[in-house]
């Protein structure tokens, strides 16, 4: 954990400053200049930002990632999301159709679909950054859902969003949710999000929500659906036992990445 927290100190540090130092970054987190080189070197394979002599800087070609979307939530607990997608991935049969959310565990979902070319999908979201990241991928054939842009990760949303999400019929939906809360089921932040998550299931023959280990209990606004109405909740190791054994109580079909 406390690797992944440095990285995600890196990444948010990047974003402000646009490059940094590993003699900076070493003093900064009192751990070796090797440590911070090994974070570098891994976070560049993950194409998370670009290394440089004594340092890394910005991606430059992932405009998406940088200031034009807020995007720190792509940047939470970015090892159990991608965890998550690869389970998630494991779930797809070559030429499946599906809906992909604008949550960010759905955009590492996009990423490994983009990374993996044996499959075959066609893909719909009304996500732009994960629209972004499967325009022009040779194996996905990529339907934008269109209407009024709004959300911290840039998403359609509203009536013309609801009414061309109706016009779809796909085999498997992944979403994100804001929380899940047993008692009362999967829950979303705002009106217009819930309304997109709706009408995403109506949509699909199959709901999987990807959630991670710190999006169970916690408050809510909105309830999108009971538990009982999605086929799988994805989610990461770092789950509770209390929450395994609720889940297991009440025949949530929990998945453990």
């Keep these: 954990a406390a690797m992944e927290e440095r990285r995600n100190e890196i990444l948010r540090e990047l974003d402000r400053k646009g490059k940094v130092k590993v003699t900076d ?46 995007t720190e939530s792509i940047y939470r607990n970015v090892a159990q999301k991608k965890q998550i997608a690869e389970m998630a991935y494991d779930f797809l049969e070559d030429r499946d159709t599906i809906i992909i959310d604008d949550a960010s565990t759905s955009f590492y979902l996009a990423r490994e679909i983009r990374n993996h070319p044996e499959k075959r999908i066609a893909v719909v979201t009304n996500s732009l950054i994960t629209g972004n990241e499967l325009a022009g991928v040779g194996h996905v054939e990529l339907f934008m859902i269109g209407g009024y842009v709004t959300g911290h990760l840039a998403a359609t949303m509203g009536d013309v969003a609801i009414q061309n999400m109706s016009k779809f019929h796909v085999d498997k939906a992944f979403i994100g949710v804001h929380s899940i809360n047993f008692n009362v089921g999967l829950t979303s932040i705002a009106t217009p999000q819930m309304e997109v998550k709706k009408a995403i299931m109506k949509a699909a023959e199959k709901v999987y929500v990807l959630a991670d280990s710190s999006k169970f209990g916690g408050g809510y606004l909105s309830v999108i659906c009971p538990t009982n109405e999605v086929y799988k909740i994805i989610t990461d190791d770092g789950v509770s036992r209390e929450n395994i054994r609720k889940a297991e109580e009440l025949d949530v079909p929990l998945v453990i990445a």
């Design 25 to 70: 970054l070493s003093r900064e987190f009192g751990c070796s200049e090797v440590t911070i080189r090994n974070d570098i070197k891994a976070m560049d394979i993950e194409g998370l930002l670009k290394r440089t002599h004594g340092g890394a800087v910005k991606l430059e070609t992932a405009e998406t990632e940088s200031g034009r979307y807020s």
